[in-house]
């Protein structure tokens, strides 16, 4: 059964930068493409990034230039770094598989954009 647990959001201002983390348990991680998706208030869940178990990355025009996704298959952890941060990336932050992701989505991350 693999178990994944997000940390590291919290409240930042505009302009202001975070890094989300995501530590996966399974023996097959290195070999699975990871996404990090998103779910603002009162919107549907939406993929913002995610990364080839090879390192290959690739993110939703929303995000990319600011948001920059990375692995360390040594470690199963998949990270998110995030700059430039704006109020509308606002949202609960979960990691996931890119594919067939796992029905439980866990809790999420929470990351607030303001002044």
């Known amino acids: 059964q693999v178990h994944i647990v997000e940390y590291g959001g919290g409240l930042v201002q505009p302009g202001g930068s975070l890094r989300l983390s995501c530590t996966a348990s399974?023996?097959?991680?290195?070999?699975?493409?990871m996404g990090w998706y998103r779910q603002a208030p009162g919107k549907q869940r939406e993929l913002a990034a995610y990364?080839?178990?090879?390192?290959?990355?690739n993110y939703a025009d929303s995000v990319k230039g600011r948001f920059t996704i990375s692995r360390v298959n040594a470690k199963n952890t998949v990270y998110l770094r995030m700059n430039s941060l704006k109020p509308e990336d606002t949202a609960i932050y979960y990691c996931n598989k890119r594919y067939q992701p796992l029905a439980d989505w866990g809790q999420g991350t929470q990351v607030t954009v303001s002044s």
């Open positions: 990364i080839t178990g090879a390192g290959s990355p």
């Open positions: 399974g023996s097959s991680f290195s070999f699975t493409t």
